[in-house]
């Protein structure tokens, strides 16, 4: 069964500098955004060096349980495993926009923004969930992190309470024509000829891991790619024995896992045990 850590051996045991030239070849793909949603779907189905389409979709088939897109939350999921969200930011210091969704510590079954496919793509009620997040400069990835989601957004009654009375709040606004929608709010009929009409949309945004993790990881800019993986130590121990020793075993200067304690989400005086992995590509030069 595909999973995070198999996904970051495999990143290892194949380093790729820049994925906009490796995708170029492969798939005409010009855009690093794109380059970026092909590695995430081919790390974690081990088809990197795979370049029949149609022998990488049949192994697609066999890993994941569903591949959403922008609109659709989340990206892809695994087969009895993790949800995958995936974000490109475009600068080292950037916030990163999550639009009408919350951040999630979890993914939810009856959460209102997934789709019927989504729902019922396998028997499932909750899904752990891995946000990828992609910084690039120049059009290279500088920066990739692997951050589970209960390691960085708190749990969604703190982010539901606050939609709730936002919504609630609109809606006591006197003479106005409200309509039942998923957005916080939908008026009807705003002008004399009643054909206008306003959607009123959250917006979310989260701040960048950079500064979340700033007191356990520092960005180093000599080198042509990092990738920090954040998880918590319930949640490695978790994975199969033998893929933990297979990626405690990796033999490589670059490379580095440790026990870090990380602020919690929910309550930031306690802090959480967690697990953090660490791999550059280091520049040629230096």
């Not at 794109?34 to 590695?39: H, V, Y």
Request: glycine share 4%; hydrophobic share 35%; net charge neutral.
């Amino acid at each position: 069964m595909a999973d995070l850590l198999k996904a970051i051996k495999t990143i290892v045991d194949n380093p790729i500098p820049d994925l906009v030239s490796y995708y170029q070849g492969k798939n005409r793909i010009n855009s690093i955004g794109d380059a970026l949603e092909c590695f995430v779907k081919d790390i974690f189905a081990e088809t990197l060096s795979q370049s029949d389409q149609a022998l990488k979709n049949e192994r697609y088939s066999e890993v994941f349980s569903y591949i959403g897109n922008q609109n659709n939350p989340p990206d892809l999921i695994l087969k009895n495993g993790d949800a995958i969200e995936v974000k490109k930011i475009e600068s080292l210091k950037a916030s990163i926009a999550l639009n009408s969704s919350y951040p999630k510590s979890k993914l939810y079954y009856d959460s209102p923004l997934l789709t019927k496919h989504c729902r019922q793509c396998e028997d499932w009620q909750e899904k752990d969930i891995i946000y990828v997040i992609g910084v690039p400069k120049d059009r290279k990835l500088k920066l990739l992190w692997f951050i589970y989601g209960d390691c960085y957004a708190a749990d969604r009654e703190i982010y539901e309470r606050i939609a709730k009375k936002i919504s609630s709040g609109i809606r006591e606004i006197k003479d106005v024509e409200f309509s039942d929608t998923r957005e916080l709010g939908r008026v009807n009929k705003v002008d004399p000829l009643g054909i206008t009409d306003l959607r009123i949309r959250g917006m979310w945004g989260i701040t960048n891991p950079i500064f979340v993790y700033d007191y356990i990881f520092q960005y180093e800019e000599t080198n042509n790619l990092q990738v920090v993986v954040i998880m918590k130590e319930d949640k490695y121990l978790s994975f199969y024995s033998e893929t933990r020793k297979e990626i405690e075993g990796i033999s490589n200067v670059n490379f580095k896992h440790q026990n870090v304690n990380i602020r919690s989400p929910n309550n930031p005086a306690q802090l959480i045990r967690a697990k953090m992995f660490i791999y550059k590509i280091k520049n040629q030069l230096s």
